[in-house]
């Protein structure tokens, strides 16, 4: 049991140390996309993963400030049989 537990803390540890911390470029011989025509310089690498509002939209948290009586629902109808 011991044995076990210690191997699955000994994986976990080295797994957690394969993150490269360096920063983002491409590969070799490839270049980044094409800057977008409205943009005045070349996007960088972490301006291209940036998600941008409509991908990651807010979260909406309103909650029912009164409460209020539902209005009738001419379409919530009893199951047919």
Do not use: H, Y
């Not at 076990?4 to 803390?9: E, N, S, T």
């Not at 940036?50 to 939209?57: F, G, I």
């Amino acid at each position: 049991m011991i044995k076990r537990l210690a191997v699955a803390v000994l994986a976990v540890a080295l797994i957690s140390g394969c993150g490269s911390r360096t920063g983002l470029k491409p590969q070799e011989g490839k270049a980044l996309p094409m800057k977008p025509f409205t943009a005045g310089e070349p996007l960088t690498p972490d301006q291209l993963l940036k998600l941008d509002p409509q991908a990651q939209p807010n979260r909406s948290d309103e909650q029912l400030k009164k409460s209020e009586k539902r209005r009738d629902d001419k379409f919530d109808l009893p199951p047919p049989g």
